[in-house]
């Protein structure tokens, strides 16, 4: 007489099945929610893209490693942003800056990143900035 084990004809043998770990892999979720916005998004992927740890270091280190993963132009705001409503934007390849108001700020970065002109028009339009002109106040 033959038994039937997992649709199998089996005459005279017992099979018992015993479930057997194969292989263990470690899964660390890794999830972007969609429901937060496509800046969140975009964020998100910035982030993860180019981790650049801005909480430690002086700036010349800070300006290194952006110059090292490849960014153009960086823009800086210190203390000044206060009495003089500008900002310092830097060229990498130079690694030149000037002082741009904020106003004229996404103007002077469109322009050169589409390439409708040069640093040197912008040195030659915005004042150059060699250092930290101002401290905050002690009042």
């Given at each position: 007489?033959?038994?039937?084990?997992?649709?199998?004809?089996?005459?005279?043998?017992?099979?018992?099945?015993?479930?057997?770990?194969?292989?263990?892999?470690?899964?660390?979720?890794?999830?972007?929610?969609?429901?937060?916005?496509?800046?969140?998004?975009?964020?998100?992927?910035?982030?993860?893209?180019?981790?650049?740890?801005?909480?430690?270091?002086?700036?010349?280190?800070?300006?290194?490693?952006?110059?090292?993963?490849?960014?153009?132009?960086?823009?800086?705001?210190?203390?000044?942003?206060?009495?003089t409503?500008?900002?310092?934007?830097r060229?990498?390849?130079?690694?030149?800056q000037?002082?741009?108001?904020?106003?004229?700020?996404?103007?002077?970065?469109?322009?050169?990143?589409?390439?409708?002109?040069?640093?040197?028009?912008?040195?030659?339009?915005?004042?150059?900035?060699?250092?930290?002109?101002?401290?905050?106040?002690?009042?």
């Open positions: 007489m033959a038994r039937r084990l997992n649709n199998y004809a089996v005459r005279g043998a017992t099979h018992i099945m015993q479930p057997q770990q194969l292989c263990m892999v470690d899964v660390i979720p890794s999830v972007i929610e969609p429901s937060f916005g496509i800046g969140r998004i975009l964020y998100t992927i910035l982030e993860h893209s180019y981790r650049v740890d801005d909480s430690s270091g002086s700036i010349g280190r800070r300006y290194a490693r952006t110059d090292e993963i490849g960014i153009p132009f960086g823009v800086t705001i210190d203390f000044d942003i206060i009495k409503d500008s900002v310092t934007l060229e990498r390849n130079s690694t030149r000037v002082r741009v108001k904020i106003s004229e700020l996404a103007e002077a970065v469109r322009g050169l990143v589409r390439g409708w002109f040069v640093w040197a028009d912008v040195e030659a339009k915005y004042p150059a900035f060699s250092g930290q002109e101002s401290t905050t106040s002690q009042e």
